[in-house]
Each structure stands twice: as structure tokens, then as C-alpha cells.
């Protein structure tokens, strides 16, 4: 389960890297500014499975250049998310991403397309593993 939400959390970094201009998809990294965080802050949660279960993700500044994560899973009776949850998991260390530089990527969005140019977040994370 931690894998996954670790590599949901990297896939969400990476596809809410932004556009626009960018470093003319070189691939070179460039500088990140800490304002840069501030799209991922918030808390992120997923819709409601068939049987009841939700995970809701919270991202929150850490210091200027980090974002500390948390998730948690609401297990609910009946397969409806409403009211409160018989059982919730939450892990008992939060990870850590930090912001190192952004990049452009040339990427093929769809089958038989030209490349489109990318730009993504670079991130190390940081995820302790539980005493």
C-alpha cells in the first residue's frame, strides 16, 4: 500500500508539473522557486470505491522548499462514503517530497502523434520507514 500511494504521489507531482514555457525541451533542469509548492498544497481525495472506501492525501508546507505528505484510508459501511467511517488507516510517518527543478520532456500523449514538450517536477522523497 505505501508503494502506491509513494508512486501516486510521484505520478501526481509529475502531471501537475504545469507547462507553458518552459527550457525549449532540452531536458536540462532548471532552478524551482518555492511559490513552485504551491500547487500541490491541499488535501486530495479520491471518489468513493464500491465498497466504501476512500483515501484522501494531505499536502502541507514543510520549509521553503519541501511539502510533507499524509494519507490516510476511510473504510465505510454499505459502500457509501457519508458519515463517519467505521475503521481509518493512517500511517504513522509522514513523507517528505522536496522540489529539486523542474524539466521539459518531449512525450507522445497518444498513439501515431507528434511529441509534445512536458515539463514535470523533479522531487526526492523522503519516506521513513516505521519504528
Not at 524551482?32 to 509548492?37: A, D, I, S
Not at 463517519?84 to 510517518?93: E, G, I, K, S
Request: net charge neutral.
Amino acid at each position: 500500500m505505501k508503494r502506491f500511494i509513494t508512486v501516486c504521489i510521484a505520478m501526481t507531482l509529475a502531471a501537475c508539473g504545469g507547462g507553458g514555457a518552459g527550457n525549449g525541451g532540452t531536458g536540462a533542469a532548471a532552478a524551482v522557486t518555492p511559490k513552485r509548492l504551491e500547487a500541490y498544497l491541499g488535501t486530495w481525495q479520491s471518489n468513493c470505491s464500491d465498497n466504501g472506501v476512500r483515501q484522501t492525501l494531505v499536502i502541507t508546507r514543510a520549509s521553503e522548499n519541501n511539502v510533507s505528505t499524509m494519507y490516510r484510508t476511510d473504510y465505510h459501511m454499505g459502500g457509501l462514503c457519508g458519515g463517519t467511517p467505521y475503521a481509518t488507516v493512517t500511517p504513522a510517518v509522514a513523507a517528505t517530497l522536496t522540489n529539486t527543478s523542474t524539466e521539459t520532456l518531449n512525450v507522445i500523449l497518444t498513439p501515431d502523434s507528434a511529441a509534445t514538450a512536458v515539463t514535470v517536477d523533479r522531487i526526492t522523497v523522503d519516506a521513513p520507514r516505521p519504528s
